[in-house]
């Protein structure tokens, strides 16, 4: 096995570009555990660990971009105020898998358990891609995954960052999983509050062979507040029959199968606990903003 090491991000890029079948690894966090456990041998690797240009990122009033080599520590540390973001930073792992694991690595492991899709898919991210000779385009999330742990990431191009817009309101990421910590999730969410658009996201982990979004219950939710008072009035609360129509049509949403960590039943169950959770929380943080606390 060939190791490419490189220290800028045009020299990753010609490397790509020279060898396709190399494999990008920031902080190993996958690949390793794949390379050590047998269920991967490729022909190189291409170790991006130095490359600082992908280790950043930008926020404006805006947008928020993060690059493809930040680690979830980092975003803990340097993003403490994107709340929903650090509750699924926070969630990866151990403290040591959290110093070395990456955006661009959840990103590119496609895994339908991945902690930072469906905040990426709730926010309607894109994922933004490069190769070599200054080819760049950036690609919707619900394009790029396509499929279990399968992108639409070219063979000589590599994963830059991710970029969203960023929300007026108010969000939540909850995961269960068979433990308490270093949970691989059996159901996950993502929701967040727009404001502006006066409307719910949500997206869905590990339900599913890719994040998922569930749009009758966004459309639902966004009735149910709008009824309830109007989306001016934020102590305004849907009634609780509404709220639980609601964790109904997000279970809906879901697609799960039987796997070793649990059953298609359980956690479609749990989509619709989570689901009905995380509007209780979103809406009490409403209700808290307006009353200044």
């Known amino acids: 096995m060939d190791v490419l090491s490189v220290g800028s991000l045009d020299e990753a890029l010609d490397a790509k570009s020279r060898r396709p079948e190399a494999v ?15 269920a991967a041998r490729p022909d190189a690797l291409l170790d991006l660990g130095r490359v600082r240009e992908l280790s950043g990122w930008q ?7 993060l690059g493809a080599g930040l680690s979830y520590t980092a975003i803990q540390r340097d993003l ?8 699924a930073a926070r969630s ?11 955006v661009g690595g959840n990103v590119g492991t496609a895994s339908p358990a991945g902690d930072l899709l469906p905040v990426l898919a709730a926010a309607d991210a894109e994922i933004e891609l490069g190769a070599d000779g200054g080819r760049r385009r950036s690609v919707p999330w619900d394009r ?17 960052a991710v970029r ?21 999730s059996i159901a996950s969410i993502c929701l967040l509050v727009d404001e502006e658009g006066r409307g719910l996201r949500v997206a869905l982990g590990s339900v599913g062979p890719t994040v998922l979004r569930a749009p009758e219950a966004e459309r639902f939710a966004a009735e149910a507040v709008a009824a309830a008072g109007g989306w001016g009035d934020a102590a305004a609360l849907p009634a609780d029959a509404d709220i639980a129509r ?5 279970a809906e949403a879901a697609a799960p199968i039987d796997d070793r960590r649990g059953t298609a039943p359980y956690r479609r169950h749990a989509v619709g606990v989570l689901a009905e959770r995380a509007l209780r929380w979103v809406l009490a943080d409403r209700r808290a903003a307006r009353d200044g606390g």
């Open 144 to 160: 790029f995954f396509v499929g279990p742990k399968r992108t639409a990431l070219g063979p000589d191009e590599l994963i830059l």
């Open 80 to 87: 403490p105020d994107e709340r929903v973001l650090v509750q």
């Open 164 to 184: 969203w817009r960023r929300l007026l309101g108010p969000g939540v990421f909850a995961k269960v999983g068979p433990r308490n910590a270093m949970v691989i």
């Open 59 to 65: 926020r404006s009033d805006h947008e928020l971009a």
């Open 92 to 102: 990866v792992g151990s403290p040591q898998i959290r110093n070395r694991g990456t």
């Open 246 to 250: 609601f964790a109904e049509l997000a």
């Open 24 to 38: 990008p690894i920031a902080g190993g966090t996958d690949v390793m555990v794949a390379i050590n456990g047998g």
